[in-house]
C-alpha cells in the first residue's frame, strides 16, 4: 500500500516539480536544509492551528478570555460550575488574543513550547442550544488566525532552525458539537480545517544560526477532528482526547482534494502542504509534505500532578523534493534522515 500511495501522490506533481524546481545546489542549500526549513514553516503554521484551536476551546469554557490566564479544558475541574458548562457563542462571536506563552497544560507547563509570541483569533458564527436544559450545544462558523500582534516565532526542537512571522493571515473553518452531563461528565468535538490557497501563501523567515535569512511560502490543506472527552465516574478521572489529522474536509465539506486520495484505501485523505523556498542564486525550490496522524492522550486526575499518556498511531508523512519522493516517515525516522522534527 505504501508504494501505491507514493507512487500515486508522486504523480500529481510531477509536472509542478518539473516546471518550477532545480536540483542544483549552487544556492548552497542542499537537501537536508531544504526538508528542514520547509518542515519547519510547516510546523510553525500547525502549531499555530493547534494553538488557536486550543484557545478556541477557552474560549468556549472561560467565562472573559483573556482576562484570566489561560486554561486548557484539562483544567476545567478547577473552575466553578457555572464556568465549567461550555458556551459555544463565544466560541463564534469574541475576539481575542492568543498569548502562546500562556496557553498550558494540566500542570500548568507550556502547551506550544516551541512557539512564542501574539496572534489575533477574529470568530464569526453561530451557536445553538438545546432547550431548555442547555445540555447539547452546536456551533458552526470560522476563526480567522491574524499575525498583527508582533512576531510568532518557532524553534524547531530537532535542529534549532529558526521560523518566524510577523504579517499574514489564515481562516480557520469549524463545526463543533458539545454534550454536557455533569460537572465533570461531557464531550467535546470540534472539526477545523484550514485552506490556504495558492494565490495567498503564507510567508515565514527560516534560518539556522549564522546563515542567511530564507523566506518560505506555503499554501494546502489541514483538518483535524478533536474529540475531548471528560469521564470522573468511580475509579475513573479522566480527561481523554483523540486528535486526528487528515486532509478530510469538516462535516459537510469535501476532502481537501483528489491528489491527497489513496488509490488503495479511498476513505485515506492526506493533510498537504507546498512550500516554496525563495533563493537568490535559483528561482526556488518547492518541497511538498503530505501528513495523517492519530494521536490519542489521557490525563489520568487520579494521580496528583495529573499524568498523561500519549499513543500515536498511523503517523504517515511523505516527502517530495526536487528530484525525489520518499516515505513514509514518523517523527523519529525523520529526525534520523533529516535532522528535523515535524508537527503534522
Avoid at 109 to 120: C, D, T, V
Avoid at 199 to 209: H, K
Wanted: with cysteine; glycine share 6%; proline share 6%.
Amino acid at each position: 500500500m505504501v508504494r501505491t500511495r507514493a507512487a500515486h501522490l508522486l504523480g500529481t506533481l510531477l509536472v509542478l516539480l518539473a516546471a518550477g524546481c532545480h536540483s542544483d545546489d549552487s544556492s548552497g542549500l542542499d537537501t537536508q536544509i531544504q526538508v528542514q526549513y520547509c518542515n519547519a514553516a510547516e510546523s510553525a503554521n500547525n502549531q499555530c492551528i493547534d494553538a488557536a484551536v486550543a484557545a478556541l476551546i477557552l474560549a468556549s469554557t472561560d467565562a472573559a478570555p483573556p482576562s484570566d490566564p489561560v486554561r486548557t479544558l484539562s483544567q476545567l475541574r478547577l473552575l466553578p460550575q457555572p464556568r465549567a458548562r461550555a458556551d459555544l457563542t463565544r466560541l463564534v462571536s469574541s475576539p481575542f488574543i492568543v498569548t502562546l506563552n500562556q496557553l498550558l497544560d494540566a500542570n500548568g507547563n507550556k502547551m506550544f513550547p516551541a512557539l512564542s509570541g501574539s496572534f489575533s483569533i477574529l470568530p464569526s458564527g453561530s451557536a445553538v442550544t438545546s432547550w431548555p436544559t442547555g445540555s447539547n450545544q452546536q456551533a458552526v462558523g470560522t476563526a480567522t488566525v491574524v499575525f498583527n500582534q508582533g512576531p510568532v516565532n518557532y524553534v524547531d526542537p530537532g535542529n534549532g532552525a529558526f521560523s518566524s512571522i510577523s504579517l499574514g493571515s489564515f481562516t480557520i473553518a469549524l463545526t463543533s458539537t458539545y454534550t454536557y452531563t455533569s460537572l465533570n461528565n461531557w464531550t467535546f468535538t470540534l472539526d477545523t480545517q484550514v485552506l490556504i490557497p495558492q494565490s495567498s501563501q503564507v510567508t515565514w523567515s527560516v534560518y539556522s544560526s549564522g546563515t542567511v535569512v530564507h523566506t518560505v511560502t506555503l499554501y494546502g490543506f489541514r483538518h483535524v477532528n478533536e474529540v475531548e472527552t471528560r469521564t470522573n465516574a468511580g475509579a475513573i478521572n479522566h480527561l481523554q482526547i483523540v486528535r486526528t489529522v487528515d486532509g478530510n474536509g469538516i462535516p459537510g465539506d469535501g476532502p481537501g482534494g483528489a491528489a491527497q486520495i489513496d488509490p488503495s484505501n479511498p476513505s485515506a485523505f492526506f493533510s498537504s502542504w507546498v512550500d516554496t523556498i525563495d533563493i537568490i542564486a535559483n528561482p526556488v525550490y518547492i518541497n511538498s509534505f503530505y501528513r495523517t496522524e492519530n494521536t490519542t492522550t489521557t490525563w489520568d486526575y487520579t494521580l496528583t500532578p495529573a499524568v498523561a499518556t500519549q499513543t500515536i498511531a498511523n503517523q504517515e508523512i511523505f516527502l517530495f523534493v526536487p528530484g525525489a519522493h520518499t516515505g513514509p516517515y514518523s517523527d523519529a525516522s525523520l529526525l534520523a534522515d533529516y535532522g528535523t522534527l515535524a508537527t503534522n
